[in-house]
């Protein structure tokens, strides 16, 4: 007797496949870098100073005691800002924000430590990343919930709050009575026809004699 396979497990496993959830996470990354780097040489050439990748992935020039270091944290505070626009665009799921939103920040810190060789020490560094960390985290929560609540429709017309057809209701407004009498039409097609509030006509039907 052959043996019944298993149905597949439902949960996050078969919803997020592996594959799915790391082209997610690099797609991500890929985002926070590359809006990093325009705002960043954007910021070099107004300044007038010398970009170097030290700016992305280095943690010396963000400090809180000039003004560079302040431009450079809240150039990071833009692209937190890009990020959550790429949550809830790409995710599009508010309990899955703070996982992406963390994730996203621990492998910049890998790639600052691997790029200087030291963990980062200034407190300027850590903060920012904290304010951008809770800039992502809320509004990409935000964001994703709120897409969550838009209505569907599908295929027919557009309803209310109050379950009444936009498209209907619209006609109702502009077709005044002759919108009425169609109705009427439609809804008495056999068995008769209104005339006016409460009053029926009965049309005659043909007799098998017509046939």
């Given at each position: ?80 800002a ?15 924000v ?36 809770t800039?992502t ?5 935000y ?69």
């Amino acid at each position: 007797m052959p043996r019944r396979r298993r149905p597949p497990r439902s949960g996050a496993i078969a919803e997020l496949p592996p594959l799915r959830i790391l082209g997610q996470i690099a797609a991500l990354q890929g985002i926070y870098y590359s809006v990093a780097l325009v705002l960043m040489l954007f910021t070099s050439l107004v300044m007038g100073l010398q970009f170097n990748l030290d700016l992305i992935f280095g943690w010396a020039s963000l400090r809180g005691d000039n003004t560079q270091g302040w431009l450079i944290g809240f150039v990071w505070l833009c692209c937190a800002a890009a990020v959550v626009v790429a949550l809830v665009v790409l995710i599009s799921r508010s309990k899955l924000v703070l996982d992406f939103s963390l994730t996203l920040h621990f492998i910049h810190l890998l790639i600052v430590c691997l790029y200087t060789g030291f963990l980062p020490r200034n407190v300027a560094w850590w903060v920012t990343m904290l304010v951008s960390g809770t800039i992502t985290v809320a509004g990409g929560t935000y964001g994703c919930r709120w897409r969550e609540l838009q209505p569907i429709t599908f295929g027919g017309g557009a309803r209310n709050a109050n379950g009444e057809s936009v498209n209907g209701s619209l006609e109702h407004g502009n077709g005044g009575s002759h919108g009425d009498e169609e109705m009427g039409l439609s809804r008495g097609r056999g068995r008769g026809r209104a005339d006016g509030p409460g009053e029926y006509e009965m049309v005659g039907m043909k007799g098998n004699s017509d046939k």
